[in-house]
Every structure is written in structure tokens, then in C-alpha cells.
């Protein structure tokens, strides 16, 4: 593919647009519709030519750029990269790499407009978005000949108008314009009369029922003029140049103006009088109301315009304006206008045929190898992007590229990869290829100047190519390597001098290494003390998050994880995080301080609660974690989570000693929403088997202040398991007394199996 086919795009839109506004900026100051008319043809469809015509004016030189420097792939100069002084280095796997010449820069053209500096296969983005630009043109093109052969058919397929005094009218018309006279079609779809392909008017049946005979000649001028005025052709070529151009968005406002102007000027051939002008205001209000009626009746949808159909009556806004022209006598002719403006196009279109071609310097070689170019479109790509303030890297892979075994090469199988790095306003690229001979070229640049890397710019590739191979690989498989390398002890010697900013964080390691295997405990308190050290509270949480999902702690190294978890400073990770090792927690004196140390930490009541609630979700909860979980409930201030709290509570199985039931009870009396006590207390009840002490417990409970239907509701409940002869039937009178009158009665009711024994 040329050159000029790959930039005629992008010429293409920088001449229409420029065209196109320029048409815009005069027809503003023109008002003059025969001119616009003008200016508006030249401005869509000669952007085509100008376009197509400017590299025939632009004349060539044979200078050349100064080539890059190719050098071989090569190991760091200062081999730090690995725990075990395994360095990176970068390898083809078809043949050996030795002695590879530089590669030559290709010719460019002359200099141009302006120079875009873009990545080195700029070329191969550019003749795709041309390819594709070019296979959409055609078949754009051929689907406009199919509109124009179908709509030809289908006006063939049309009868022809019968109707005497129409055929009369029309030969009169034409012989007024000197032309032969016209085809008469009749089309039952139709809502305007319209010029179709070949030159026949097709006619509506309302126009043949509803016109008159002055509306009728009216109509047959208005077309005629248009056969007159060749409207067909330049329509066609509008279409063409629409098509041709199809990525320009300002074509859309080139065709609708040059409808405008065209209905405009065929109107003025066809009022030359006060009474034609009448006749075809009247015609165009019928033509209005015909297509109200087909809107009313739900067809609106189906009716469009064919692009090439040349209608009478376009839309409803256009009628209005036209109508209104013609009712106030204003033709094209008197419109007032400075006709010299329209030359005003002549400049910039002499601009832009005879300056330079706009190009891209360096990116376009002069011949387009298809083979590698297929070869790279089919291959797969790759782009990995780390952006911060005033920090980016980019890496881009095309081809195939893998990582070796041992994650310390990386091979390049027919491809290519490039590393673009942006620090403190400077740039380092460097860039691998493969050849077709067997070998891989690299390219380095600093600050977009080629050049040979010194041993710092050699130190910079290696760990940029460390940062390529642990984004490609991921931390499950570089740890996996490492693992087969050094075992563990490797690991945790890459994961404590991984630096902060890395392709891998040090959380995703230490959680891929965790899901690993068991992992003895003397290692996980090494990633204990490097999980400490990390200084954002994201990846130290997911750090711990990971030591606790995945591996079973000791007791000492609980305790010193609850200690790391309780430094966090947002409470809402500290609380994720507290969570994870709930599920997992030892039932052990100095674990329960640590815990409770940690819960101490957190304000909110919503984060307290969710964590005493993961611990009440143990299927092993002991009777001294729920005791403390119990314990810890009575410091919530919101009712519903304690409460909510307390009914997850009557779930464990080892809510059944009279010490644990009394906790509970004495934490639901602190509940100060009656209703939510009776909740709590009602839950109690009906979960557990209650005892004389657990009897009292429940009524103690109802000693703070409540309301009486509610204490009734927990007095009823209970009284079915109260035993005839228990002390506690005067402390349950005791509470029926301070009811009111209706709710003492149903407590009282509740009662009545006892006097029944």
C-alpha cells in the first residue's frame, strides 16, 4: 500500500474540514442562495480532489534520516536482578543473535506541513485504519449503485400516470423550459412528488385527487426544474463524495444544505409569477398535510427519503421555510449578497493543493512488507500500563513472547516488544524485534534521541525486562519459579527486597506464596515483619488478609498479627482485615486480649458488630469466645446491631450453661429500645431450655423501663415453661403488676395452665 493511500484520510479530513467551515464561514456573509449553492459543491466534493490532487504538486527530495542504532539483546551489566544472581536477558528462540547489523532507516519524503512523531510501526496502525477506511468506501459505493438499481426498478414497476389534463400540463410545462417532456408515474407509497433515476416525476395519488390545475403546474415546474438544473447528477455526486468521505462528520451538513438550496432555486424557476407563487405555496401546504396524515397514522417510521430521490417536500421545517418565502414574494434573485466572497474558497483550497503532504516523520518506510504486517495484525498484543504522578510505564507486546523456565529470559518467537517509560518530564524507550534471520535488534532511545545505552541505561532495561516477565508470568507462576529455584527461603528473600513500586506487589506474592503449601512458622513470621514494613494500609491488609486465609497460625503468631492488624489506620480495613482470621481464631487468653485490644480500636458499631458476629458464625465457637463475644456486645450503642447480635448468639450450641445465659440476659437489659429487648429476650426463650436461674435472669432483664405490651409479650412466652412450684412466679407477679390493665390480663391468662394442676 502507498504512501498516499495510507495518508489520503487523514488529508482528506483536514481538507473537507477546512473546506467545509470555510463554505460555512462565507455563506454566512454570501446570502445568496445560487452562490451557496456553488460554494457548498465545491466545498464537499472538491475536497475529494484537492485531496487526491495535492501530491502531484508536492515534490519530492531523497534526503535521509540518520538511522538508529540496532544492537544485540544483552545481559545487565550489574547482575542484581535475582536472589541468586541470575540476571534477565533476552533471547530469540529460532536462532542465535550475534552480530547483528544496524537497521537502515528507509527514505523519507520531503518535509511537510507538520511532523508527528508516533511509534516506530505507526505505519502498520496507519494502513490498517486505511484498509479499512478503503474497504468501507467501496462498499459504500456499492451500495449506492444498488439504491440507484432499485430504485430504478422500482419506479419501472410504477404505472404510468393516465390522467389527461396531468400529461397535457406536463408537455405545456416542459415546452416552457425547452425540454422534451417527462414520464408521469403514479406511486401509491409515496408522500411527495419526487424526480427518481432517469428523469420520470413520480406522483402521489393524493397529488392526482387534491391538486388543482394552477398546483399542478406548479408541482410539474418545481421537478422540471430540477431535471432542468441537472440536480440528479449533482445529487449523485454528492452521495458519492458523502460516501467516499464517509468519516468526515460535516459531510452531513453539506447535503442537507445543498437540499435546502436546491428546493430553494427549483421554487424560484417555479414562480416566475405572483400566481405561480401562490399555486406552489398551496401545493407545498397539501404536501404538508399528506405527511402530517401518514405521521398521524403511525407510518412515520417506514417513510423515509431515499438518498437519491429528489422530493418535492423533504421535512416539515423545510416546508415552513418555503412556504414562507414564497408568501413573501423573496426570490433567490433579489437576495442581496457580495459575490466576490465566493472567491474567498479559491484560497484555502490554493493552500492546501500546493503546500506539503502532512506526514508522519520516521513512521512511514517506503515499501510495506504484507507478509510481516498480516503476520503482526494476526498475531496476539499486549499492553500493560502503570500510571501515577508524573510516572508512566508502558509495555506493549506484538507476537509471541514467553518467559523460560527458570524466569530469567524472556524469548521473543516472531515478535516484537517495546517498553516506553515517562519520569520527570524524560522519556526512555526501548524496543526488541525479531528478524527474519534469525536474530533480535534492540532499539534505545532517551528523550526520543537513539542512541547506544551506557551501563545505566543497561541497568534500566533489565529491570524494566524483571517488570516485563513478572507481568507476563503473574505471582502465582513467578512464585511457583522461585519456589523450584531456591525454595521458600528464596521466596521471602525476593518478596523482602521487592521494591514498592513493582509489576508484582509484595501482598501478591506473599499471597500466592501462602497458597503454596503449609509454610513452617518461623517463615510466616518473616512475612509477618515484611508485611509490617509495607507502607500502604491496602497491601498490608492484603498481606495479613492472605497469612490468615491461607495458613493456620500459631498462637504466638496471632497474637502478633492482631498487633499488625490493629496498626492499620483506616478502621474500615482494620476491620476487613480483623475479619479474616475470625473464622480461624485460637481460644487462648492472650489471643482474647490481643482481639479485644483490636475491637477496642474501632469507633464505629457497624465494624465491631460485623467482627463479633464472624466470630459467632464458628461452627466450633467455644463457651469462652461466646462468653466474650457476650461480653463485648454490651459496649454497642446501636440498638438493632445488638440486638441483631444477640439473636446470631441463641444460634450456638453453647449457649447452654446458666452463667453464659445470664451474660445474656444482662446484655438485653442493656438494650434500650424495648422492642428490641423483647426481640433479644423472645430469641432466648425459644432457643434454649431455661432453668430456674435462667427464669430470673430473663424477668431481671425486664426491670428497665418498657413497654407494657412488650413486657407482656416476654412474660407470655415465658410462662409456658414455668415451673408451678418456683420461686420465680412471685418475681413474674411482681412484673405482671406494673402492666397496664389489658396486658396484666393476658399475662395473667398465660398463667392458667399452672392453677389448672
Known sequence: MSDSLILWPLNYLVHSTILLLAAWAIERRLRHPRWSEWLWRAALIGSVFTATLQPWFHTKSERVASPPTAVMASPPTTPHLYSDGKSAQLLRTTAAAANTPPVEQQRSSTPALAVWRLPNDARLILAALSSVWLLTVVAGLMLLALQWLRLRLAVLRMPDCTVDHWLRRAQSVARRYGRPAPRLRVSSSAVSPFVAPGGDICLPNWALEQLDAQQCDAVLAHEIAHLQ????????????????????????????????????????????????????????RVCAMAQLLVSAAGRSARIRRAALQLCMARDESSLVHRIRVLLQGTTSTAAKGKKWMWWLLVVPVGVLVFLPLIQFNGALPAGLDWRNALHYLRSPSTVISYTNPGYQLKLRIDGHVIVSENADVLLIDHGRVRIHELKDGHTRDVTWASEDGGSVTRTYAADSHTQTPDDAAEQWIADRQLFLMQSLLGPDRWVKRLLARGGPEAVVAFIATTPDRAAIAKHDLIRSFCKSGTLDQ???????????????????????????????????????????????????????????????????????????????????????????????????????????????????????????????????????????????????????????????????????????????????ALNSPGASHDVAEVLEALAANLDPASEVIAEYRLRERQLEATDRGHAEEALDHLNAI
Open 229 to 284: 438544473r441537472r440536480d440528479l447528477a449533482w445529487n449523485l455526486a454528492a452521495q458519492a463524495a458523502r460516501r467516499i468521505g464517509w468519516l468526515q462528520p460535516l459531510n452531513r451538513l453539506a447535503l442537507r444544505r445543498l437540499d435546502d438550496l436546491a428546493e430553494l432555486a427549483c421554487d424560484e424557476l417555479a414562480s416566475e409569477s405572483p400566481d405561480r407563487r401562490l399555486a406552489l405555496a398551496e401545493a407545498l
Open 522 to 700: 518461623n517463615t510466616l513470621q518473616r512475612l509477618l515483619e515484611i508485611s509490617r514494613d509495607i507502607p500502604s494500609d491496602d497491601d498490608r491488609s492484603g498481606a495479613l488478609k492472605a497469612i490468615a486465609e491461607e495458613q493456620e497460625l500459631s498462637v504466638e503468631r496471632q497474637v502478633q498479627w492482631l498487633q499488625l492488624a490493629a496498626q492499620l489506620d483506616n478502621a474500615g480495613l482494620r476491620s476487613e482485615t480483623m475479619k479474616s482470621l475470625a473464622p480461624r481464631l485460637a481460644d487462648d487468653p492472650k489471643v482474647a486480649v490481643a482481639w479485644q485490644f483490636g475491637l477496642g480500636r474501632l469507633e464505629d458499631d457497624r465494624d465491631r458488630s460485623q467482627l463479633m458476629q464472624a466470630i459467632l458464625a464458628r461452627t466450633d465457637l467455644s463457651a469462652s469466645q461466646l462468653q466474650s463475644v457476650l461480653e463485648d456486645s454490651e459496649s454497642l450503642r446501636d440498638d438493632p446491631e445488638h440486638r441483631t447480635l444477640l439473636e446470631l448468639a441463641t444460634r450456638s450450641a453453647a449457649l447452654r450453661s446458666p452463667a453464659l445465659i445470664g451474660i445474656y440476659a444482662e446484655s438485653a437489659r442493656k438494650l434500650q429500645n424495648s422492642g428490641d429487648r423483647r426481640v433479644a429476650l423472645l430469641a432466648l426463650i425459644h432457643a434454649t431450655a431455661l432453668d430456674r436461674a435462667g427464669d430470673l435472669a430473663v424477668l431481671q
